[in-house]
């Protein structure tokens, strides 16, 4: 079962700014607002403010996302690929990157990347998205970063669960990583990939319910399986230079990666597993 985290009816109000450059030019980064007292899923608490008229609540699905660091709302004008979005706040446009998701280029070799840039513009295209922060409030290139969600849906979480992004940490903004991770495992549980039919179907479906962490992942061959079973679909592949290097469903070389037995390389049913047995994580 989904957990839900309910935000208080907030007043509106106006967002004080701060100054941040980018690319020669001033631009105005809008502040977050302030969250509420929060509130259990059947009962709507209204805040103190006497002149606030609540309108609407906001309801956060996951418990890993930071209700306390506030949010921001705005329109999402653009679509760069599939973690990066231009979104309109407060008649201003922002570049906003996806916190803890790592999708492929655009103009890159790897076929992932034009689906997921459709993939990302069937989430969010022409829609009012709700931004909220982790940690730091832009990236070396100045794009704001952000988990971002339309109503109940995740979208950082849907894109790895579609699997065409993969979780990646970029510390300090690691707090929902856990969850991410675990949308890993559907998509492998799921196995999708490029060949999919009809591709990518999660996008359409309600946000998975969250993998608590007392709910251990269970191997079924913790070593490496010599075959692949239901659930250990990933390739541990040796290179001719005798470097153990895994692949994960939805990676550019997962496909064409073939699997000798004979030779030393396994199948794994969790990424844990590969890297207790000295493999290490391929590039992409």
Known sequence: MACFIGIGLLPDTQPNNKTASRSGQTLTTPTTGSVAQAFT?????????PAATPTKALVFPYTCIPVNNGFQTGLVTRIVDGDTIHVNIDGQDFVVRYIGVDAPEVDSDD?????????NAKLVEGKTVTLV??????????RLLRYVLIGTTFVNHELIRAGVGVPKQYPPDTICQETLENALVVARTNQL???SSPPFPTVDLDPTPEIQPTQ???SACPNGCTTEQAGCSI?????SSGEKIYHVVGMRDYTKTVISPEKGERWFCTENDAVANGWRRALR
């Open 41 to 49: 899923p059947t009962e709507i608490i209204p805040t103190s403010t």
């Open 111 to 119: 076929p992932l990347g034009e689906q997921a840039k459709l993939i």
């Open 216 to 218: 251990a992942i269970v």
């Open 235 to 239: 390739k541990g592949n040796i290179s």
């Open 193 to 195: 990939n490029i060949n």
């Open 133 to 142: 922060r982790d940690v730091s409030e832009t990236d070396s290139f100045h």
